[in-house]
């Protein structure tokens, strides 16, 4: 019967880095990877109000330029199409702030994926590729916080257009 081998030249075996270090490295970089995969849930959830807001102004335009058409065919006084004109350009401006609020959040998501996949390549390779890494998630932070600018500004429009209206 062969000796047993000794627990502890066994554990300095298991702990000892390079005999591991890929799998410590992939490990690492699922450990890292968690916190941005779970803003990339949150991004989704924001694109996802981006697009219903969208949809809900585009809905409320088209209803308007119904009206507006109608209004024409009839004869009706123009003074009396001026609101709905000005109510049109206030959604218009709307649309274009949340089509671009969209784009931000797109393109964080794309930069938080790319975050991700530069940490796994990272540790997959065993190369530091923290200079990459860091740029990419401010540059992402940034178009974060433009996005959710954008969507700020649409909401103070949308507030007002109410206040007007009520």
Not at 31 to 45: A, K, M, N, Y
Not at 95 to 112: E, F, I, P, S
Request: charged content about 15%; aromatic content about 4%.
């Amino acid at each position: 019967m062969p000796p047993l081998p000794d627990p502890l030249a066994l554990l300095a075996f298991i702990a000892e880095p390079s005999a591991n270090a890929p799998v410590l490295g992939l490990a690492r970089a699922i450990q890292l990877s968690v916190g941005p995969v779970f803003l990339l849930t949150g991004i989704s959830g924001l694109l996802g109000v981006l697009a219903g807001r969208l949809s809900r102004v585009v809905d409320r335009a088209r209803t308007m330029q119904d009206q507006l058409s109608r209004s024409e065919a009839s004869g009706g006084d123009p003074t009396e199409r001026e609101p709905l004109h000005q109510e049109m350009r206030i959604h218009k401006r709307r649309m274009v702030l949340l089509g671009r609020a969209m784009q931000c959040a797109t393109l964080t998501g794309l930069l938080v994926a790319a975050v991700v996949s530069v940490t796994f390549v990272s540790a997959v390779a065993v190369l530091d590729l923290a200079a990459i890494v860091v740029p990419l998630f401010v540059v992402a932070m940034t178009s974060l916080m433009g996005a959710l600018l954008l969507l700020l500004r649409e909401t103070q429009l949308s507030t007002a257009q109410l206040s007007r209206r009520f």
